[in-house]
């Protein structure tokens, strides 16, 4: 069992940055690969970004490719989302995700077994 807690969320103007974060219990924290997922008002969840186990490999959606970057620390727990040039078309609450597929970095909310309670990034143009 993995609970996952995300912070960092905010308002913030469009071009600004922000930097999420996302604490997971448990001691085997590195076993789990972790994503990112956002969902705006009427929309489907969507994939953002995601991490394998060992932190290695990383894989990203098109939309943010180039301006998000997805890292962790598995001696704190911790999965962080750091977004850089910010768009108003990336506001969304932000979720947090892990898989017990350790060595994969999947884009499906399907392979994702917890979840956090997401965190509001808001950005105004």
């Known amino acids: 069992q993995v609970q996952l807690v995300e912070s960092g969320g905010g308002l913030v103007q469009a071009g600004d940055s922000l930097r999420l974060s996302c604490a997971a219990s448990?001691?085997?924290?590195?076993?789990?690969?972790l994503a990112w997922f956002r969902q705006a008002p009427g929309k489907e969840r969507e994939f953002v970004a995601a991490?394998?186990?060992?932190?290695?490999?990383?894989r990203y959606s098109d939309s943010v490719k180039g301006r998000f970057t997805i890292s962790r620390d598995n001696a704190k727990n911790t999965v962080f989302l750091q977004m850089n040039s910010l768009k108003p078309e990336d506001a969304a609450v932000y979720y947090c995700?892990?898989?017990?597929?350790?060595?994969?970095?999947?884009?499906?909310?399907?392979?994702?077994?917890?979840w956090g309670r997401g965190t509001q990034v808001t950005v105004s143009s």
């Open positions: 448990g001691r085997t924290f590195s076993s789990y690969s």
């Open positions: 991490i394998g186990g060992s932190g290695t490999f990383t």
């Open positions: 995700a892990a898989s017990q597929l350790r060595y994969y970095v999947l884009g499906s909310v399907h392979a994702y077994d917890y």
